[in-house]
């Protein structure tokens, strides 16, 4: 069995090695949902040192991007569950389809369980993209600054849906 020692990449300088660890996992962080679920890339399968050093890389600067058609996290749901050491770090983008309220609703109470992430835009380009991430925002509010369960704020949410509404018929 080859030893640390006697490995090439250990020969170099912890900082040298976190360089090669983010170009070789950084690289291409767009992921539109419909992908599978993903696997942890090879490198960091290789050994227990290089799995740590990279995962902190992972955690520190890794921040993969989602599509999200019409407010459904489906896919992303899965993702997000195998994918642990990237949790803090999903960035998403909305494609301007026609907004679907039950799915913003399903994501909304995933968000609220800790299953999938809320809404960062990565691409603020549309009136409804705001709109979903101000529907976060005050999502986001009931959940840190008032420590509400979903069913709790679900007629909050709802209330904000019915403004929505009123506002823009796409929202219907």
Request: hydrophobic share 40%; charged share 20%; glycine share 4%.
């Amino acid at each position: 069995m080859e030893t640390h020692s006697s490995c090439g990449l250990f020969s170099l300088p912890p900082e040298l090695r976190l360089h090669i660890y983010k170009y070789v996992l950084l690289e291409g962080s767009y992921v539109q949902a419909s992908h599978q679920i993903p696997h942890d890339p090879a490198i960091i399968r290789t050994c227990r040192l290089i799995r740590s050093e990279a995962l902190d890389v992972c955690g520190t600067h890794y921040r993969p991007t989602f599509e999200v058609v019409d407010c459904n996290v489906t896919k992303i749901t899965s993702w997000y569950t195998a994918a642990p050491h990237c949790r803090r770090c999903i960035y998403l983008t909305q494609r301007r389809d026609r907004p679907r309220w039950a799915n913003l609703r399903g994501w909304l109470e995933k968000f609220f369980q800790g299953r999938v992430p809320g809404f960062k835009s990565a691409q603020d380009s549309s009136a409804w993209v705001g709109a979903v991430s101000h529907v976060f925002d005050v999502a986001s509010g009931l959940t840190v600054a008032h420590d509400l369960y979903w069913d709790e704020a679900e007629p909050i949410i709802e209330s904000v849906h019915h403004a929505m509404a009123v506002l823009d018929k796409k929202w219907r």
